[in-house]
T-cell receptor, first 119, second 117 residues
Framework: AQSVAQPEDQVNVAEGNPLTVKCTYS??????LFWYVQYPNRGLQFLLK??????LVKGSYGFEAEFNKSQTSFHLKKPSALVSDSALYFC?????????????????FGTGTRLTIIP | SAVISQKPSRDICQRGTSLTIQCQVD?????MFWYRQQPGQSLTLIAT?????????ESGFVIDKFPISRPNLTFSTLTVSNMSPEDSSIYLC??????????????FGPGTRLTVL
């Protein structure tokens, strides 16, 4: 079974400092990994994904994430945090080799990390 | 990317009643999904809405409680039936791009915030 862990419920970062939101995963095959952001009273917005290739993936709003297979991690990073980055962040995984009732389409989400950027 | 809209954006309902949530995508998509996000929690998949066939439900969700329709490649509805306060959640519609590849991104609608009294 595929699973995702976001070990930190809350992360606080001063504006202008680098930020990291952690994510680890567990799958039986090679994972497809995703990051989404949820602003208050809004749906989820796609930030970036890793499918294959370069381990460093760049996405929207200056975010990037690094896939580390040996550590089974996919941490989200940004060099300089903005107050507007304050939101709820979700990591998600899809294992294309796992066939379920949904074929190989099931996307499993972590519990979310609330990021607060302090002015 | 796909742009997804949902109606209603929020509703307050009495227990025992039913609410139908509509999801519209601005392009044809292969797969549509319905998720529930209970207060302060992560997303839980309810079902996959398949065009031209019955929806496929995740363990713990049943068709009688959450009937789903998918009449075409751009539209789906989720009904929350015989509601109780435990059904108070945000319900999110999601869709994958037309290509259908497993590498495709899932996009999400803005959600429907349901409160059951």
């Amino acid at each position: 079974a595929q699973s995702v862990a976001q070990p930190e419920d809350q992360v606080n970062v001063a504006e202008g400092n680098p930020l990291t939101v952690k994510c680890t995963y567990s799958v039986s095959g090679n994972p497809y990994l995703f990051w989404y952001v949820q602003y208050p009273n809004r749906g989820l917005q796609f930030l970036l994904k890793y499918i294959t290739g370069d381990n460093l993936v760049k996405g929207s709003y200056g975010f990037e994430a690094e896939f580390n297979k040996s550590q089974t991690s996919f941490h989200l990073k940004k060099p300089s945090a903005l107050v507007s980055d304050s939101a709820l962040y979700f990591c998600a995984v899809r294992d294309p080799t796992t066939i379920s009732n949904f074929g190989n389409e099931k996307l499993t989400f972590g519990t979310g990390t609330r990021l607060t950027i302090i002015p | 990317s796909a742009v997804i809209s949902q109606k209603p954006s929020r509703d307050i309902c009495q227990r025992g009643t039913s609410l139908t949530i509509q999801c519209q995508v601005d392009s044809q998509v292969t797969m549509m999904f319905w998720y529930r996000q209970q207060p302060g929690q992560s997303l839980t998949l309810i079902a996959t809405a398949n065009q031209g066939s019955e929806a496929t439900y995740e363990s713990g969700f049943v068709i009688d409680k959450f009937p789903i329709s998918r009449p075409n490649l751009t539209f789906s509805t989720l009904t929350v039936s015989n509601m109780s306060p435990e059904d108070s959640s945000i319900y999110l519609c999601s869709a994958k791009q037309r290509t259908g590849a497993s590498t495709d991104t899932q996009y999400f609608g803005p959600g429907t915030r349901l409160t059951v009294l």
